[in-house]
């Protein structure tokens, strides 16, 4: 099993930033795709914002223009800053990754598609 670990989640006034960081056990080239997951109780995990191998990157609605996503390949590192955050944006955060080949950054935040390697989340909180 692939070990991704989050870390830079906490709580945060409406209108700040936060930056998560995810640091994986191995390179991120073996991956097709590398995401972030939100999850908030009662509702399934939604794909936030995903990038492909190539450096493709899709958002989802919610958060285009205020989320980007990016990868570090020399510290096997993805990252997600967040700009402008809002009480919605509050959930557990799950760093995703996958190497099916099977799915691709827009198609994972159109329809939140699975991945098949996860972290174990990170908490935001985002207070108005």
């Known amino acids: 099993q692939d070990r991704l670990v989050e870390s830079g989640g906490g709580s945060v006034q409406a209108g700040g930033s936060l930056r998560l960081s995810c640091e994986a056990s191995?390179?991120?080239?073996?991956?097709?795709?590398m995401g972030w997951f939100r999850q908030v109780p009662g509702k399934e995990r939604e794909a936030v914002a995903a990038i492909d191998d190539d450096g493709t990157t899709s958002y989802a609605s919610s958060v285009q223009g205020r989320f980007t996503i990016s990868k570090d390949r020399a510290k096997n590192t993805l990252s997600l800053h967040m700009d402008n955050l809002q009480p919605d944006d509050t959930g557990v955060y799950f760093c995703?990754?996958?190497?099916?080949?099977?799915?691709?950054?827009?198609?994972?935040?159109?329809?939140?598609?699975?991945?098949?390697?996860y972290g174990q989340g990170t908490q935001v909180t985002v207070s108005s």
């Open positions: 995703a990754a996958d190497d099916s080949g099977t799915v691709t950054a827009a198609i994972a935040t159109m329809a939140s598609i699975p991945f098949n390697n």
């Open positions: 191995r390179s991120l080239d073996s991956f097709f795709t």
